[in-house]
């Protein structure tokens, strides 16, 4: 069984510039996750999706991020523009319904 | 708002020995799962363990086993017989049970774990 995708692996940016990242979950998960994963610290939710619906997305900086699931299965998650404090990993996460997360290898972005 | 809490931010042990990581964490429900991540460097965060908050019996994977203390607030992951395989970081994380609304993992900030030849 394929893992979940992401895509770029690393992505370097000047500040103020856009950047979109991709994920492909598991076949068959409903639920898909982007988690933010600052150097030095554990991942935090960034946004939570139920097929191609919004389930949480609370600590999303709704001013500069943007997410979508079209048709329930891949996701992208864009930053506009970006800032400094940014540089991070992405992490795509999904699952069937609220059973275990299977973790993406996430995106490296740094924002210089 | 919940909270998970990693007080040791390196760990290191010799190769075949013991190691215990701990951590502990803060909520006011009742239904709630308990995970041990490990993230290998530049690979992918993958499920060590999971212990549900009901289960009073301890949860043991191979080498891998807890001891939750639910009065405690308290979560320890202990290694046995370490490989240096396993050396990586190591998350704790809490997730709500049941209800409507986010599943989202709340994590600690991670731990460390050399593991010595």
């Known amino acids: 069984e394929a893992g979940v995708a992401q895509s770029p692996r690393y992505k370097i940016i000047e500040k103020r510039q856009s950047v979109a990242f991709w994920c492909n979950p598991i076949s068959g998960h409903a639920t898909l996750y982007w988690y933010q994963q600052i150097l030095g610290q554990g991942p935090k939710l960034l946004i939570q999706?139920?097929?191609?619906?919004?389930?949480?997305d609370s600590q999303l900086p709704k001013d500069r991020f943007s997410a979508e699931r079209l048709k329930g299965v891949d996701s992208t998650l864009k930053i506009q523009p970006a800032k400094l404090e940014d540089s991070a990993v992405y992490l795509c996460?999904?699952?069937?319904?609220?059973?275990?997360?299977?973790f993406g290898p996430g995106t490296r972005l740094t924002v210089l | 708002a919940q909270t998970v809490t990693q007080s040791q931010p390196e760990m290191s042990v010799q190769e075949a020995e013991t190691v215990t990581l701990s951590c502990t964490y803060d909520t006011s429900e009742s239904d709630y799962y308990l995970f041990w991540y490990k993230q290998p460097p530049s690979r992918q965060m993958i499920l060590v363990i999971r212990q549900e908050a009901y289960k009073q019996q301890n949860a043991t994977e191979n080498r891998f086993s807890v001891n939750f203390q639910k009065a405690a607030k308290s979560f320890s992951l202990k290694i046995s017989d370490s490989q240096l395989g396993d050396a990586a970081m190591y998350f704790c994380?809490?997730?709500?049970?049941?209800?409507?609304?986010?599943?989202?993992?709340?994590f600690g900030k991670g731990t460390k774990l050399s593991v010595i030849p």
């Open positions: 999706f139920q097929n191609n619906g919004v389930v949480d």
């Open positions: 994380a809490y997730r709500r049970g049941s209800g409507a609304g986010s599943y989202q993992l709340t």
């Open positions: 996460a999904s699952s069937l319904m609220y059973n275990e997360q299977f």
